[in-house]
C-alpha cells in the first residue's frame, strides 16, 4: 500500500494504516496487516472516516503518539500509541510503548532500528537527521514511490523558530467537560451575561465541546501538583502531604517515603481561582467572602481571546468550590493593535509597552527593549531598522490618562483597537485643553460655591451651559452603564472641548469684561459649577488629572471635600432651558455655518464680510440684537442688519428659519473659485472612484488584510464627505452669481 506523508521520521511509530470505511479500492484489505518498512513491524490496516478518498492514495498512516488527527484515530480504533522521540526531538533507543485498555493489538517493545538512536528528527545534508535517514533507507529498498514538493501549514514556535510537533506525554486532567456543566447552564439562565451579547455564542460553542483539561506543566513556578508517589509509581492525590502520608499508609500498610510530583498547575487553573481565593478562600467565613458585592462581583473585563482559557475556568471553578458564579457580566474588551491594525508581537517589534507611553522612552532604550530575547538574528536586525526609523526621538511621555482615554475611546463594542501614538498625542492634548480652561476660570475669580443652585440661573448662556451639562451627564451615564466606553468618552470629550471650552467660555467673555457684576457673579458661578461636573464624569477615564482639578477646585471654595475617588457621581434633573437653549444653539450655528462658507470659499481670514439676515421674524431679529456685537466678532463680519431680501452678489448659508447672506463677491473671484471647486469636486470623484473599483475587485478583496479593505471604505468615506461640501458650497457660488 502506497501513503504519503510531509513528515517521514514519524514512521517509526505507525501504528495502523487507515482507509475510508467507503473506500472499495480496500474494503477487502481492511483486517489485514502491512509490514511497515524500517521497523520492521505487522500493523493492521483500519478503516476511519479520517482517511479521504480524495487525497493522494486515499490510504494514511497513523502515528497516535504524534498527530493530533492520528491520536483521535488510534482512540477509536484502540490502537497502541508508540513514542519515538525526546523532549529534544531525538530519537529514542528505546521507544515508550502505551497499549490502550482493550487494546485491538498490543506491542510489546519497540526499539530504534539500528543508526537511528540518538538521531534528531531532521537535519541538514551534512548531518543527517531520522527524516534523511528514512528517506535515504527507503531509496535503498526501492521503496519510495516519488517526493513530491508541497506547501504545508507548519506552525513554529515564536521565539525558537522551531517546528512545534505533537507528542504524547503523562499529564494530569480535570474533568472538565462535567465542570462545565453548571458553567453552561449559569450562562443559559442569564445569572452571567457577555457584553457584547455575541460572545455567548462563542462561550457556548467552547464549553459544549470541551476536552479534558489537561492541567501539569513542566515550570519552575506555580503551585505544585497535589499528587505523591511512592516507592512503586503508586500516586496519591491529596490536599497536603500529610493527607497523602495517611493515604499511602492504608495502601502499603506502613509508612511509606514519598516524592511529589514535579510539575506544576496550569497557570489558567491557578488563576481561575483569583475571584475567591483573594477573599481568604479556602475559609469559608472571612469578612470578605461576606462582603456584599466581593463575591460574586458585578462585572469582569477581560479579551475576547481568554474567554475560554480564563473565563470559562472562572465560571467552572466558581461554580464549583463556591457554589455561585464568580461574576455578574462578562464585558469583552477588543484587541488592542497596531495602528495598522496588525496583532502586536515580539517578533514582528510592533509591541507598544504601556509604561514608555506613559513616562516616554529613548530611541537606544526602544531598540535594546525591541530587540533583547529575539532568537532569530535577521528579526532583530529587521526590528532595529524599522524601530529607528518610526521612532527617531524615541517616544515622549504622554501620561497615563491621555493613555487610558485613548483605550476608553477607541473600545467600541466588537471592533479591535488600532492604537497610534498621533491619538494618544490628541487626548493628551484634551487634557492640557481642560487644564487650561480651569486655569482661565480661576483667572477670573470662577470660585467654586458649593450652595450655588443651577436653577436659580437667569442668564440663557449660563441656562444653557446647565442643560448642557445635564444631557452630556444623561449621555455619559447610559454609556457606561451599557458598557459603551467610546460613546462615554466621546459625549465628555464633545462637552468639554466644543461646548464648554470652544463656546461657553468664548460667549461668557464679553460679561466677565462686562460692568454688571450681577451677571458676572452667576457666570463665575456657573463656569465652576460646571467644572465641578466636568472632573466628576472625568474621573473614570482621567482620574490623575481630575483628582488634581477637582482639589484645586475645592481650594477654591474654600472647603475640603476629600477626594474625588469617593466623591457622588452626578445625578441632574430638572435643568432643562428649552427657549435658553434654542437661543444659544441657534446663535453657534450661526457663527459656525458663516465661518464654514468662509473657509470653503477661500475668504480672506482677516477680511471683514457685510451679512444681511433675512427671514426668520421677530425672534431673530431679538437674538440678533442681544448677540449682533459677539456675532460680528466671532465670525469676523462688518455689521450685521436685517432685511426682507438678499442682497446681488452673496453667497446664502440657511440657519434654521433665517438666510444668512454673505456680501463676498468684491473679495474672491467667483468665476476662478467655481472653477477651483470644480476641479477639486472631480479629483475627489476619481479617487472614489478608483476605491470602489478596488472593492469591487475580488482578487483584491480576497488576499488584502481586513485593516487594508478597512483602511479603503475610511478614504471612500472621506472623499464623499468632502465631495458634498464642495459642491454643496458650488451651489452657494452659483447663488452670488
Known sequence: MIVATTRPETMLGDTAVAVHPDDERYAHLVGKHVRLPIANRLIPIVADAHADPTKGTGAVKITPAHDFNDYQVGKRCKLPMVNIFDASANVLASFDVINPEGAAYTIDEALAPEGYAGLVRFGTPKAPGARERIIADLEAQDLLHMIEPKTIEQPFGDRS???????????????????????????????????????????????????PWCVSRQLWWGHRIPAWYGPDGTFFVAESEAAAKLKAAGHYGEDAELTQDEDVLDTWFSSALWPFSTLGWPERSTEEIKAEGFYPTQVLVTGFDIIFFWVARMMMQGLHFMGEIPFHDVYVHALVRDEKGQKMSKSKGNVMDPLDIIDGVDLETLVQKRTTGLMNPNDASRIEKDTRKDYKDGIQAYGADALRFTLAALATQGRDIKLALKTVEGYRNFATKLWNAVRFTQMNQCDLDVEFEPKSACLPLNRWIIAETQKATKAVTAAIEGYRFNEAAAAIYRFVWNVFCDWYLELAKPVLSGDDETAKKELRATAAWTLDQVVRLLHP??????????RALSRSGEVDRGYLITAKWPELEGLEAPHAEA???????LIMAIRSARADLNVPAGAKVPMTLVGGGDEIAARVRSWGALIERLARLEGVSISHAAPEGSIRVVVGEATACLEVANLIDLAAESARLKKEIAKLEADILGVEKKLANEQFMSKAPPEIVEEQHERRAAAEATRDKLAAALVQLGDAG
Open 161 to 211: 523558530n522551531v517546528v512545534i510537533e505533537p507528542m504524547l506525554t503523562d499529564q494530569w486532567y480535570v474533568d472538565a467537560k462535567t465542570l462545565a456543566q453548571p458553567a453552561i447552564k449559569a450562562v443559559e439562565e442569564g445569572r452571567t451575561k457577555f457584553v457584547p451579547e455575541t460572545w455567548t455564542k462563542t462561550y457556548f460553542e467552547w464549553m459544549r465541546n470541551i476536552e
Open 583 to 589: 437661543e444659544v444653539n441657534w446663535v453657534i450655528d
Open 541 to 550: 477615564f482621567m482620574p490623575f488629572i481630575t483628582e488634581d482639578l477637582f
